[in-house]
């Protein structure tokens, strides 16, 4: 992850949200409505007015797998900006550090039949050279071979990829930094509490 180091004052007064915490509410709502007649695309949150809900889901999900791809406990913020859709931020000593994070999604295969991950970071060549850091979510298996991926002008400082690894949604993987090294790491969704839902 890169450092943010102007506007640290704005970034200091955002609300940071525990990615569990809101992981664990978004799955007890869930569980709460699983039997509510509702269509499918409110389900998956994927109407106009459910888009935050969506977005704030897998921001959480991008930060609670760097905390456990990096050991340490990463917040997010929704924060919107030119090359940003939120921040993250975590404490290593006594110092806090922000990284801003672009969200791009492979949409599943049934709302987008024709989009490729080559395609998706082949339209990414609009955005200026920036230290932001790139999540990508992967709806559908997906596969960009070296030569591809060298190929392709990724405007990002990093790039990481993550996607759910189980139908039950418990398990989840993320892989960054796929423009250097890339390293791999399997997630566990946060479990509710008992009692929850």
Wanted: hydrophobic fraction near 40%.
């Amino acid at each position: 992850m890169t450092i943010v180091s102007d506007s640290l004052n704005a970034w200091a007064r955002l609300e940071w949200r525990d990615p569990a915490v809101t992981l664990r509410e978004l799955r007890a709502l869930e569980l709460a409505t699983a039997n509510l007649d509702v269509s499918d695309k409110v389900r998956r949150l994927r109407t106009g007015d459910l888009k935050h809900i969506r977005e704030g889901r897998n921001a959480a999900l991008f930060s609670h797998g760097m905390a456990t791809a990096t050991g340490n406990k990463v917040y997010f913020a929704p924060f919107e900006a030119a090359d940003y859709d939120f921040g993250t931020s975590w404490i290593v000593g006594d110092e806090r550090l922000y990284c801003p994070v672009q969200l791009k999604e492979l949409p599943p295969s049934d709302l987008a039949p024709t989009s490729s991950l080559k395609d998706l970071l082949s339209s990414l060549g609009k955005y200026q050279q920036t230290d932001t850091v790139l999540a990508l979510l992967l709806n559908r298996p997906a596969q960009l071979s070296a030569p591809e991926l060298a190929a392709t002008r990724i405007p990002f400082s990093q790039a990481g990829l993550f996607w759910c690894a189980s139908p039950d949604q418990e398990r989840w993987v993320i892989q960054g930094d796929i423009l250097a090294s890339s390293a791999t790491y399997e997630v566990t969704y946060p479990l509710l509490e008992v009692g929850a839902a």
